[in-house]
């Protein structure tokens, strides 16, 4: 082996070994800020528009496109530093619950798992980088136990590796603590190209509880399927962006008051609370 060869089999062997061996997908995804006030007449328009035939704007593009409707719950508790470092980057570390109440013997319901969501610097801005972690079996009555997040992965290497990202983010592992709990009622158009998953159209009412005071959003969120958009070439991705560039100027056509806005939806909670409660974050970073 000559000494260049040697060096870059080093150096990939040694970034597999700090940092794991799971490839980050990539989150492309046009948020909107709904008015609270809307939320049903958006939905309306949503679930209706999309799925018809005669109407669907992207029908008339290619016959191949076809959607359903779907609704399901999320509970997502975040996590973070004394310091709330993933707030002020924007990004997140999340423990997620799905829940699909109008069909409960589907496999996603009661499905949990641990993400990573980053900001991607000098990508577009619609544009995150996102880990998943599989928890254990018994992930939620671990969390109710007060576990921590790391001991809710499941297998010690996703583990180890959930802790060497959370490292290359200059984040301690053994300070990070739940700061606050999203619930959402999420229902979704699903989007699919010749049989296969293409996009969701997701229309989010969030909420979430702290100290005395409750808060409440609504969000849309139009999002290209991961894999498919993270193993895609650049043409591929940039005609899949397309496709949801169409979506977002039919819904802000027909809904003028909408206002596109990529903040997360960790940061735009933490900020209702912030304008309702002085020194808000400062006080559940340090105090919980």
Not at 43 to 71: C, H, M, Q
Not at 170 to 181: D, F, G, H, M, R
Not at 246 to 265: N, S
Request: glycine fraction near 4%.
């Amino acid at each position: 082996m000559n000494p260049i060869t040697r060096i870059v089999f080093v150096g990939i062997f040694f970034c597999k070994l700090t940092l794991g061996s799971q490839l980050p997908r990539i989150e492309s995804e046009h948020k909107l800020t709904v008015p609270v006030h809307k939320t049903e007449a958006v939905w309306k328009y949503l679930s209706e528009r999309f799925t018809s035939i005669e109407n669907n704007p992207l029908v008339k593009i290619d016959k191949g496109f076809s959607a359903r409707v779907s609704e399901e719950y999320f509970v997502d508790t975040y996590y973070d530093s004394p310091g709330l470092q993933m707030l002020d980057r924007q990004s997140g570390i999340r423990f997620r619950r799905r829940f699909i109440p109008d069909n409960p013997s589907d496999t996603k319901h009661g499905r949990a798992l641990v993400q990573i969501k980053l900001n991607r610097k000098g990508d577009k801005v619609e544009n995150r980088t996102e880990y998943k972690f599989d928890t254990v079996e018994n992930s939620i009555a671990a969390f109710k136990a007060g576990y921590g997040i790391g001991m809710l992965i499941e297998g010690e290497k996703n583990q180890m590796e959930f802790f060497n990202r959370l490292n290359a983010l200059e984040i301690i592992p053994s300070q990070l603590k739940a700061v606050i709990t999203l619930e959402q009622k999420r229902r979704r158009v699903y989007i699919s190209k010749d049989g296969t998953s293409f996009a969701t159209i997701t229309l989010d009412e969030v909420s979430a509880k702290r100290f005395f005071k409750k808060v409440n959003l609504t969000e849309i969120e139009l999002e290209l399927n991961e894999i498919a958009y993270t193993d895609s070439d650049i043409n591929q991705r940039n005609r899949m962006e397309h496709i949801n560039k169409i979506l977002k100027t039919d819904i802000l056509d027909a809904f003028p008051e909408i206002k596109v806005d990529q903040t997360p939806k960790y940061n735009k909670v933490m900020a209702l609370f912030e304008d309702s409660i002085p020194l808000f974050n400062f006080l559940i970073g340090y105090f919980g």
